[in-house]
């Protein structure tokens, strides 16, 4: 019983682990490609701009709707129909506010982070045979929090570029995927193991209540 238990948990760590050093490679690669950016229009005098994400999806399938990209193997230009564009953005807008930007990615990945310790100590409450103690409420409890505060952060972020892509350019030949922006998987795993915390509580708060009693 043990055994499948910790076998349970390592798969739920492993899970949230790649969830995290997802969003760190993400935020990597943001950082990268702002930096590079920059510093490329520096060089050419320009003032540069802001980026957006839009996520997409081809209303038909066509030479119409495809954009041609290069083959590094070949050389020869191909036809490919793309998921997710990066398009600039007002200087105004809400994109344009690092300030907002940064603080929904810390958040996220803050998140993430609370989400991952409390697991693990949870996890070794239940190696320590704690699993109806308060002490693995607390922990459920905190990662649950962590995991509504990443999946929240990220769909803020998600929807806040969206619109500020939409502000520059509505596709004709293309529909808009507002389900990559939400990051319900994340939420609904949290709102889960909040249930779970919750129920521990409950039984805690009945055993108690019966060891007054007798």
Request: glycine share 8%; hydrophobic share 50%.
């Given at each position: 019983?043990?055994?499948?238990?910790?076998?349970i948990?390592?798969?739920?760590?492993?899970?949230?682990?790649?969830?995290?050093?997802?969003?760190v490679?993400?935020?990597?690669?943001?950082?990268?490609?702002?930096?590079?950016?920059?510093?490329?229009?520096?060089?050419?005098?320009?003032?540069?701009?802001?980026?957006?994400?839009?996520?997409?999806?081809?209303?038909?399938?066509?030479?119409?709707?495809?954009?041609?990209?290069?083959?590094?193997?070949?050389?020869?230009?191909?036809?490919?129909?793309?998921?997710?564009?990066?398009?600039?953005?007002?200087?105004?807008?809400?994109?344009?506010?690092?300030a907002?930007?940064?603080?929904?990615?810390?958040?996220?990945?803050?998140?993430?982070?609370?989400?991952?310790?409390?697991?693990?100590?949870?996890?070794?409450?239940?190696?320590?045979?704690?699993?109806?103690?308060?002490?693995?409420?607390k922990?459920?409890?905190?990662?649950?929090?962590?995991?509504?505060?990443?999946?929240?952060?990220?769909?803020v972020?998600?929807?806040?570029?969206?619109?500020?892509?939409?502000?520059?350019?509505?596709?004709?030949?293309?529909?808009?995927?507002?389900?990559?922006?939400l990051?319900?998987?994340?939420?609904?795993?949290?709102?889960?193991?909040?249930?779970?915390?919750?129920?521990?509580?409950?039984?805690?708060?009945?055993?108690?209540?019966?060891?007054?009693?007798?």
């Open positions: 019983m043990n055994k499948k238990v910790n076998i948990c390592l798969s739920i760590l492993i899970v949230a682990a790649i969830h995290v050093g997802a969003i490679y993400c935020m990597g690669l943001s950082f990268t490609m702002g930096w590079r950016t920059a510093m490329a229009t520096e060089n050419k005098g320009d003032d540069g701009a802001d980026a957006a994400y839009l996520s997409l999806v081809p209303k038909v399938v066509t030479d119409q709707t495809a954009v041609d990209l290069r083959d590094n193997r070949t050389g020869k230009e191909k036809m490919a129909w793309p998921l997710m564009v990066i398009v600039p953005v007002e200087e105004n807008s809400i994109v344009g506010n690092s907002i930007t940064i603080l929904l990615s810390f958040s996220s990945f803050a998140g993430g982070v609370l989400a991952l310790i409390g697991l693990v100590r949870f996890v070794v409450c239940l190696n320590r045979r704690e699993v109806f103690s308060w002490k693995s409420v922990y459920l409890r905190h990662s649950s929090y962590g995991m509504l505060l990443c999946g929240i952060a990220g769909t972020m998600g929807l806040q570029q969206s619109y500020a892509a939409l502000l520059y350019i509505d596709p004709a030949d293309y529909s808009i995927d507002f389900s990559e922006q990051e319900t998987g994340i939420i609904i795993f949290g709102l889960f193991i909040l249930l779970m915390a919750e129920a521990f509580a409950i039984g805690l708060k009945m055993k108690e209540e019966q060891e007054l009693t007798i």
